[in-house]
């Protein structure tokens, strides 16, 4: 009889001492937040952060609440330059990041930012888009990341769009969700993000919005799926540069999937990790990840909500990032490089210094042999992005680029990150995607 009343309370007991391995929300507890210095310096000392990438970091400070007044001030005029001075050769995603790091959350004194005003600019880079699209066999300006952030900010700052045209573009068979048939993890939780943000203010009175609301639920639980089809044994979704935006994905529709199909913590624990190793030595790689690991997501950006101020828990560093790199030694390494358009391979080996990366290698076969392996580099928010090999250029109209591979396999880092290996078969491929 004793016994039997003992059980439940025993139960209970064991219940509370299981750690919760399975969260809808997991983050970097306070006590932790030490593991989240590199991420931080790497953002705030980098003299690297130029143009757009400041809208990146800016909206990653702000939603951790990590930023003094003094420092958001000064990212917050870059961003405001940038949107100002390069407005036109802006791409629509690029000024979608850039809002919604103007107005994550309110200054105490803010009355300088004419969101109506940037609202409409950003509907009419939505609007070529789509005309691009049916213009060109359903190929964006750009791509469909960079339309989730369009929404994304569309949706947040109310600006006029249609939510039925919405449901139809961002249907998870859709091409632009694939790169060479792969599905980006990266474009599908963007998406998820945007449409959820759609699916939050629309009310499902009249019988047309009922439909589109059917349909976007139905297309955020199938791009969750996607998501989660992409898991790795160690937690990632997708590989290391994804993983962060996936997670603030699967935190916004925890309805969409069962608890079991994901441990959050186990994704955590690999993520930081990895920030141990330096995986995030780029300020856009360590924007992106940063809100997940604090349990924010771009849902919480909200112009009328005040700004919080920092450090409070962190004990920021003034000095230069700490680079994990080893020690150059001054030794010289061999690679073999190669060009391959269709049918035509153009290869050579080079020597470069050790610790060299993917474009040092590039540029010493050019000096090489100009006719071949010239080449033309573009700075984007990653770094240097390759748009033209032997004066051949990439173009999103018919979904071509210049790929990345080393012994056959693409690489997962540009060609200013990615460092070479003595022996290393690398290789730029003419691809489509
Ligand atoms: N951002 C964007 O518009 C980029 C969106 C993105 C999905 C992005 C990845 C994800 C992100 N979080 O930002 C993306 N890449 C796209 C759309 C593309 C295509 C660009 C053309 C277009 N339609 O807009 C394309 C051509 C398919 C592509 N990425 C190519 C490449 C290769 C670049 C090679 C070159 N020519 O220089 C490369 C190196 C893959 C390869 N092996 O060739 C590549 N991408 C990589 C590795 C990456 C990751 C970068 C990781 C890193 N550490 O540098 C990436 C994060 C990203 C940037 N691409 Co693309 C994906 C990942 O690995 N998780 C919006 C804007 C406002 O900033």
Not at 50 to 76: D, M, T, Y
Not at 89 to 100: E, H, N, R
Not at 154 to 167: D, E, P, Q, W, Y
Not at 191 to 218: F, P, Q, R, S, Y
Request: net charge positive.
């Amino acid at each position: 009889m004793r016994q039997s009343h003992q059980l439940p309370l025993l139960g209970l007991l064991l219940f509370s001492l299981i750690p919760r391995q399975l969260c809808e929300i997991c983050e970097v507890s306070k006590n932790n937040y030490a593991d989240l210095n590199p991420l931080i310096n790497t953002m705030i000392n980098s003299k690297y952060t130029k143009g757009i990438q400041a809208a990146n970091v800016l909206l990653s400070l702000r939603l951790g609440g990590i930023l003094n007044q003094c420092q958001e001030q000064q990212l917050i005029q870059q961003v405001k330059l940038t949107v100002y001075y390069k407005d036109s050769t802006l791409t629509s995603g690029q000024l979608a990041l850039a809002i919604l790091a103007l107005g994550a959350c309110k200054m105490p004194d803010e009355t300088s930012i004419r969101y109506p005003k940037l609202v409409k600019k950003l509907r009419n880079k939505f609007k070529a888009e789509i005309k691009n699209m049916g213009k060109h066999n359903g190929n964006p300006l750009t791509n469909y990341y960079q339309l989730s952030l369009d929404v994304l900010a569309l949706c947040l700052f109310r600006g006029k769009f249609s939510i039925t045209k919405v449901a139809k573009i961002f249907e998870p068979e859709n091409k632009n969700f694939y790169f060479k048939g792969q599905f980006s993890v990266d474009t599908g939780a963007m998406a998820v993000l945007a449409l959820t943000c759609v699916k939050n203010i629309t009310n499902g009175k009249k019988k047309t919005d009922m439909e589109n609301l059917n349909n976007i639920n139905n297309h955020i639980k199938s791009l969750i799926e996607k998501i989660l089809s992409q898991k790795k044994e160690n937690g990632l979704l997708g590989n290391i540069y994804s993983t962060g935006e996936a997670m603030q994905a699967l935190f916004v529709s925890s309805d969409y999937y069962n608890e079991s199909k994901w441990d959050c913590q186990q994704t955590l624990d690999t993520v930081i990790m990895e920030i141990h190793k330096g995986a995030f030595r780029i300020p856009t790689a360590a924007a992106q990840i940063l809100p997940a690991l604090m349990g924010k997501t771009y849902l919480n950006v909200n112009k009328d909500s005040p700004c919080v101020y920092g450090p409070g828990d962190f004990n920021i560093s003034t000095v230069e990032p700490i680079t994990v790199t080893p020690p150059l030694s001054p030794s010289q390494i061999q690679v073999n490089y190669s060009v391959v358009i269709i049918k035509e391979t153009h290869s050579t080996t080079v020597s470069v210094a050790n610790g060299s990366v993917f474009l040092d290698v590039m540029e010493a076969a050019q000096e090489k042999n100009a006719t071949l392996f010239s080449f033309t580099v573009e700075e984007r928010s990653w770094g240097p992005y390759i748009t033209s090999v032997q004066g051949l250029t990439a173009n999103n109209n018919n979904r071509t680029f210049w790929e990345l591979l080393n012994n056959g396999q693409p690489l997962d880092q540009g060609v200013g990150s990615y460092i070479v290996h003595e022996g290393d078969n690398l290789e730029v491929r003419w691809s489509t995607y």
